[in-house]
């Protein structure tokens, strides 16, 4: 994400031309894999269990801006920009490239735009598309044809024309159009320090050519993209499977020699639902990688499976049980405040996460320098909410009217073995001021739908992406934000969020985000828990690999069209 430096007149001109520089620089290949490496091998299947592998696919179409469309096409639609993985830290670069939604400015390439510069007068940028990508013939719905400018602006237009668009995500820009067959002119009405995330490598920013558009982007036999696959079948609850597209354009160097790109013939991503199975089928070699996997199964995994390779990293996510602040009995701070001194949060650490996480790591992540405060810097005020106290939490209780307590009912995913566990441990600490929890679990559709349509329950369990230091408070704490299951409404707030995303000093964003970071935890729309370590495993065959999980936002499309197969070394291990 662009985050320009402090200055003042003919700033944005240069600030802005210094980054078209390192666009230009960085809009080559994904990265370089170090001398020495191992020589890449062609063929194969790579069956993956993705990050999110209990949970199918939500849409096939951009426009109906559900979150995991990235996670689930990121192999066959491309983005104006992905992480640049030569940054990794495996290759010897600062990133994990973990984080949900966040891409630092110096670890961004472009991919399907080989250059962008910005213009002043009005506030613009210039982005160049890489000429000869291709897309594949579609039977009964496209022929083979190249990438163009229009192609960008149609997908654009049908994001910001959709019904289902996330409040105020393109008011920044004025318009977006092609110039010529290659260029494409985004117009802004205003500076966003989000501009590159919003529409180019954001949750929502895959090219989808208008074919595919016509014939009905929502069905899976209808999608085709520039990308290194393409989807040839889809059971739903099962499995998603991708076949080499023949004609992609990138490649990727090793040992200073190009080799086309993907590695693999297929690649399948696995729907499971089951904790149990998803971990016997990594463990007999049905899956290759794992990418999610509970802190409570490592152990076990490394005695059965000690061939296995692992990466931990801190979940990407906070959990937390929001409380509807535009109801009672929430809308009283007093018994917001009470339910969170009522739950032992340091006691959920360290026995139901077993020490495998952190008390206080949302809505800021520790990843994000700069941006997050560690809880011993907070104000005693957000402290308290984070200490175990339920003789205040019941006195609170008494004066905010309800000196027996209450019950209220409270939605949770199904899907979420983590959430299906902890959440009667969080009743039953409640319970002991003498709130009841009605606990209602929900198929992920439903359960998604409910906050969606803003009909949830009163309490609403869930674990909601930290994205990125900005859109992290955006989505869930600004007024009527699709993303704001507790109803949260400050317009002190609403208005500090549009000073930062309009503010181009990266400094002076940074204090105002912890300012508000401060004031939104103090208020309590949420039971704040402790956030968990996971872990990623995969088999020693899986080659040019190291534990990444995104290149864009839920995206892991470009990380898994790298990847190679040791065949030879898959065979001698007996599988």
Not at 1 to 17: D, F, H, N, Q, S
Not at 34 to 62: F, M
Not at 290 to 313: C, F, N
Not at 410 to 425: A, T
């Amino acid at each position: 994400m662009y985050k320009p430096a402090a200055g003042r007149g003919g700033y944005v001109a240069k600030a802005l031309r210094a980054l078209s520089l390192a666009g230009a620089l960085t809009a080559t290949s994904a990265g370089l894999v170090s001398a020495g490496e191992e020589v890449p091998q062609y063929g194969g299947t790579l069956n993956i269990g993705n990050v999110y592998v209990t949970v199918s696919p939500l849409t096939w179409d951009p426009a109906d801006w559900a979150w995991k469309f990235q996670q689930d096409t990121g192999l066959m639609y491309e983005q104006l920009f992905a992480a640049d993985l030569s940054k990794s830290k495996r290759r010897g670069g600062p990133y994990s490239f973990v984080p949900d939604a966040w891409l630092p400015t110096d670890a961004i390439r472009g991919e399907l735009a080989e250059s962008w510069q910005w213009k002043e007068n009005p506030l613009r940028v210039e982005i160049k598309l890489r000429q000869g990508v291709m897309f594949p013939d579609k039977p009964g719905v496209m022929a083979a044809r190249e990438l163009v400018a229009d192609d960008v602006v149609q997908s654009y237009e049908r994001l910001n024309n959709s019904p289902k668009k996330v409040p105020t995500y393109f008011d920044h820009v004025e318009k977006a159009e092609a110039i010529d067959k290659h260029t494409v002119v985004f117009t802004f009405k205003t500076y966003s320090s989000e501009w590159d995330y919003r529409f180019g490598w954001g949750y929502y920013s895959g090219i989808v050519p208008k074919e595919v558009a016509d014939a009905g982007a929502g069905n899976w036999k209808n999608a085709n993209g520039t990308g290194p696959f393409r989807l040839t079948d889809y059971v739903q609850a099962n499995a998603l499977t991708f076949s080499r597209n023949d004609n992609y354009w990138d490649k990727e160097q090793i040992d200073g020699k190009p080799y086309k790109l993907p590695f693999v013939d297929k690649i399948v991503y696995r729907t499971i639902k089951d904790e149990a199975t998803f971990l016997a089928a990594l463990r007999t070699g049905k899956l290759d990688l794992l990418e999610s996997i509970r802190w409570s199964a490592v152990d076990e995994l490394k005695k059965s499976a000690p061939k296995l390779q692992w990466s931990r990293w801190l979940a990407t996510g906070g959990t937390f049980l929001a409380m509807r602040t535009d109801a009672k009995p929430f809308d009283d701070l007093r018994v917001r405040r009470a339910l969170n001194m009522a739950v032992n949060k340091q006691e959920i650490l360290s026995s139901f996460y077993n020490g495998e996480g952190q008390l206080f790591a949302y809505p800021q992540h520790p990843d994000y320098i700069g941006y997050f405060e560690p809880l011993e810097q907070m104000p005693d005020s957000v402290k308290e909410l984070y200490t175990y106290n339920p003789q205040k939490a019941k006195a609170l209780l008494a004066e905010a009217g309800y000196p027996n307590g209450f019950s209220f009912k409270v939605q949770v995913c199904s899907c979420s073995p983590d959430h299906m566990d902890l959440l009667p441990l969080v009743a039953a600490y409640l319970e002991k001021v003498g709130v009841k929890l009605e606990i209602q679990p929900m198929e992920y559709g439903a359960f998604l739908s409910a906050m969606t349509t803003k009909t949830n329950t009163a309490g609403y369990f869930m674990l909601n992406g930290h994205t990125n230091p900005t859109t992290t408070l955006r989505k869930s704490f600004v007024t009527k934000q699709t993303w704001n299951p507790s109803q949260f409404s400050d317009p002190d707030i609403d208005r500090k969020m549009n000073e930062v995303f309009q503010e181009r000093d990266e400094s002076k964003r940074q204090m105002m985000l912890k300012e508000m970071t401060r004031s939104i935890i103090d208020k309590a729309p949420y039971i704040f828990l402790p956030v968990a370590y996971n872990y990623t495993a995969w088999w020693p065959w899986v080659k040019n690999y190291g534990g990444e999980l995104r290149a864009g936002s839920e995206r892991p499309g470009p990380i898994h069209a790298r990847i190679w197969i040791d065949q030879e070394m898959k065979k001698r291990m007996g599988f």
